[in-house]
């Protein structure tokens, strides 16, 4: 009952105005009117902040005045939603869409979380810059017609590792070392190993097998 009176002593006061933005100072607008100048506060329902020569319908509550809508603003002038504190989007049904023909910004002073049972990114040309990247999945599927890493180090440690390629080429400008308990090298054609000097020394055996041997 104390709710229900006190929404009908606002109803009793309350009657509505229309104004020109001529500034802001801090919260408050000030508003231009018939009656003159006249200093308002922005409605919470009023999420589009008023800008300088908006025309605002405004309501006077108990002798307060209050911002409800922005009823016109200039063609092609910005527009900002605004909160005082947190701010939730939130759908019983359906799905929610952004679209806008020149860009979608996103932007946050600390975190920025995204969750979703598929994730999809399209586009026709992506860059990331991050100063460090955490990535942890199950498994991952990777198809490209061309890739092109440049860095300066690069660090892996895998139980397992399995490559396979029509073609490979590696070039090592300064030492290559390889250490591994076995290393088994096959070649259906033809194996050829050149160097300026060539070493092959073994704790136990060194062995050469072949139809043929030529040294020299």
């Not at 009657?15 to 409605?43: N, W």
């Not at 990247?133 to 599927?141: A, D, H, N, T």
């Not at 860095?151 to 892996?156: E, V, W």
């Amino acid at each position: 009952m104390q709710s229900v009176a006190r929404t009908i002593r606002y109803e009793r006061g309350a009657h509505g105005d229309h104004g020109a933005v001529l500034r802001a100072e801090g919260s408050t607008y000030i508003v231009e009117t018939d009656d003159g100048e006249v200093r308002a506060k922005r409605a919470t329902s009023c999420l589009l902040e008023p800008a300088a020569g908006d025309l605002v319908l405004l309501a006077v509550v108990n002798g307060a005045q209050y911002i409800l809508a922005v009823l016109e603003r200039e063609e092609g002038a910005p527009s900002h939603l605004v909160s005082e504190g947190d701010l939730e989007i939130r759908l019983r049904r359906g799905s929610l869409g952004l679209s806008a023909p020149d860009g979608v910004r996103v932007a946050s002073g600390k975190d920025l979380s995204m969750a979703a049972s598929t994730f999809r990114v399209q586009a026709r040309e992506g860059h990331v810059a991050l100063g460090l990247l955490s990535f942890v999945s199950e498994r991952v599927r990777a198809e490209v017609d061309r890739a092109r890493l440049i860095g300066r180090s690069l660090d892996a440690q895998l139980e397992r590792l399995h490559q396979k390629v029509k073609r490979s080429y590696r070039i090592v400008e300064e030492a290559d070392h390889v250490r591994a308990e076995r290393i088994d090298y096959a070649a259906k054609g033809g194996l050829a190993l050149h160097g300026e000097n060539a070493k092959i020394t073994a704790s136990h055996v060194v062995k050469i097998d072949g139809d043929q041997i030529q040294v020299g």
